[in-house]
């Protein structure tokens, strides 16, 4: 068992400082297992890797709150089986389908026996299923060998009323078996078109921060922290409650990974950095648990000619794992958190984290070339957490981005008709947006009522990438392009 116990509160960080973070400090799937479950049920590299992790070997970081040591990698319950392995029509596992239970048991079993004691749920994973599963696999050891995490998920506004806010986090510890909760979560703070609005109304109005403070002082809630997805404003506000005393935050969770760390502002210019977050939270000396750190299996499923330059360096070592490695080198992650669908993609982040090899600067400076890389893809930044969905008129936006994204990757996507492989990227994309995607659910269907940008966690303007992706493929099939 390795312990790797950094607590001490860094100073901001420059770029210099990001290529020397072992001497200094330096977000967010749910969470990424190997390919999140975004594959299309294709094998993977840890699908055919003989190689079996350690036992004994994980790393751990102290949480200075509460002296908890906890596994560098984090189990997120967020995209668990289904029976069967059952595939819906985007590739993906379908949301409708049971969840597997018996596998959901063995990996929990596995995942315990080689060191993760830390397991993120929420009220809204798996349609409301997740947390019932995760108390059902984690009921059946002793309680004291486990963390659970869990989310004040009351984004509906029928939720927000004190009684019901309430009644959701006493239907959480019901689900999970337990009577207090080690890490919880006010569920992706920082939302909606007016943030603040939306932050009082759920926390605030109705008095459940307070109540939820109340709580911890009994000791059914040991951490109490927020996920971040949204507005920079407040992000700052609620560090600035903690500076005056107002409210103390043991923990706080953010998006955080080598491509959001310094383009996450580029890419989308309502979201932050994950640099200026995580420096933030270590000048407060606030541990930081990492969501998104393969972006929903962006990272793990980069282009050929970026894999080749990863495995010309660790021909042995998955993609993912310099993802892991990546988060898991700054010494205030207290963990990251990996939604790990199938036990391939336990196995494989398993042996980026027993035990955890950090970064040196100059591999640093080496994923920092990979992330401009990655970047100049120009991907439609959606991580496929459906929290979008459903799309009252039945488009599948997830499915439509991923396709997208994938041409991108593959080098399907033609930019101009003049281009050399235009007859064949044309008829790639159109025939797999046919075939990923029915053609009622396309983006043709899109009437721009936005009632689902207001759900994004990456805050992406849904209406307006559905008119483009509609308006490229109107173009190839016209012949306009």
Not at 71 to 98: H, Q, W
Not at 413 to 437: N, P, Q
Not at 457 to 469: A, L, T
Request: glycine share 8%; charged share 25%.
């Amino acid at each position: 068992m390795k312990k790797d116990n950094h607590n001490e509160q860094g100073k901001k960080i420059t770029r210099r400082g990001f290529l020397k973070v072992l001497g200094a400090s330096s977000a967010v799937v749910a969470a990424g297992g190997l390919m999140e479950a975004c594959n299309g049920g294709k094998t993977t590299e840890a699908e055919t890797s003989p190689q079996e992790p350690p036992k004994g070997q994980m790393t751990y970081r102290t949480n200075h709150n509460t002296n908890d040591k906890v596994s560098i990698l984090g189990f997120g319950m967020m995209r668990l089986p289904v029976v069967g392995g059952a595939l819906g029509a985007s590739g993906r596992e379908d949301p409708d389908a049971p969840l597997d239970q018996e596998m959901i048991n063995r990996q929990v079993d596995y995942a315990l026996e080689h060191g993760i004691n830390y397991f993120d749920t929420s009220p809204a994973y798996c349609k409301g299923r997740s947390e019932e599963a995760t108390g059902i696999a984690l009921a059946r050891h002793k309680r004291t060998d486990y963390f659970i995490a869990t989310k004040l998920s009351n984004f509906a506004p029928e939720t927000w009323p004190e009684k019901e806010s309430k009644a959701m986090f006493e239907q959480s510890l019901k689900y999970l078996q337990t009577d207090y909760v080690d890490y919880l979560l006010l569920h992706s703070v920082g939302g909606g078109d007016d943030c603040y609005q939306m932050f009082n109304q759920r926390y605030m109005d109705n008095g459940i921060l307070d109540w939820l403070v109340e709580q911890k002082k009994k000791g059914r809630i040991r951490n109490l922290g927020f996920s971040f997805h949204g507005d920079q404003k407040i992000f700052d506000m609620l560090l600035k409650w903690m500076d005056e005393g107002k409210y103390h935050w043991d923990f706080v969770q953010i998006e955080m990974n080598y491509l959001d760390w310094e383009y996450a502002q580029q890419i989308n210019d309502r979201n932050v950095d994950a640099k200026y977050l995580y420096e933030e939270l270590t000048k407060r000396n606030i541990p930081a648990v990492v969501m998104e750190p393969l972006l929903g299996g962006r990272l793990a499923n980069l282009p050929d000619r970026i894999v080749e330059q990863m495995k010309r360096r660790e021909p042995d070592r998955s993609v993912a794992s310099w993802a892991f490695r990546f988060c898991a080198t700054f010494p205030n992650v207290l963990t990251s958190l990996s939604g790990m669908t199938y036990m391939e993609h336990l196995k494989d982040n398993l042996l980026s984290h027993c035990p955890l090899k950090p970064l040196t600067e100059e591999e640093l400076k080496f994923l920092a070339n990979i992330a401009k890389q990655v970047y100049d893809l120009k991907n439609i930044p959606c991580t496929g957490c459906q929290y979008c969905m459903p799309c009252p008129y039945g488009i599948d936006i997830p499915s439509i981005f991923a396709h997208y994204n994938k041409c991108i990757k593959e080098g399907n996507l033609a930019r101009h008709s003049k281009d050399e492989e235009y007859a064949r990227m044309r008829r790639a994309f159109l025939i797999g947006y046919d075939r990923s995607v029915p053609k009622l659910r396309q983006a043709l269907h899109c009437i721009g009522c936005n009632q689902c940008s207001p759900h994004c966690p990456q805050r992406i303007h849904i209406p307006e990438q559905m008119q483009m992706v509609n308006d490229y493929v109107e173009k190839l099939k016209q012949g306009t392009l």
